[in-house]
């Protein structure tokens, strides 16, 4: 089984920008009723009613109007289960790092992970712990490198 055929990845096809406006569109009219409404799900009909109504809870429906946005901005947009499983290559690809620094990371206990034969494989809610523990570890650097900078009269 191969990468793509375990995530079930589809490369989305470039939308027009017809489509573009009409997820737009959507987006903020998802946003202005869930906002103005309290109700825990919210039914959804088609105008002539030859379809069932559906019933779609608000989360769902928060979750669809963060999809649009996205697209709408030509952001790719990719949904994956928290308990999905990656590979070293997949989480480096991901974090944006080598292999060999995931492997390090793994090696120290910094990332959990469970064995499959001699295969490591990492818990997708895990690595997205572990990229936010990176990015505070980045911030924190930039703050002290900016208070370094301005202590030593180097504006810029």
Known sequence: MTTSERTRRRQAAEMTPEELEMARTAQRCIGESLDRSRAASILLTSDD???PPV???TKALRLIGEVLGALSERRAVTVISDKQEMTTVEAANLLNVSRPFVIRAIEEGRLAHRMVGTHRRIPFDGLMAFRA????K???ALQRLSENA????LEY
Do not use: F, T, Y
Not at 133 to 136: A, F, V
Not at 150 to 153: D, H, P
């Open 55 to 57: 019933q779609v809870p």
């Open 133 to 136: 523990q990176m990015r505070e």
């Open 138 to 140: 980045q911030i924190a």
């Open 150 to 153: 301005q202590e030593l009269g």
């Open 49 to 51: 009613g030859d379809l």
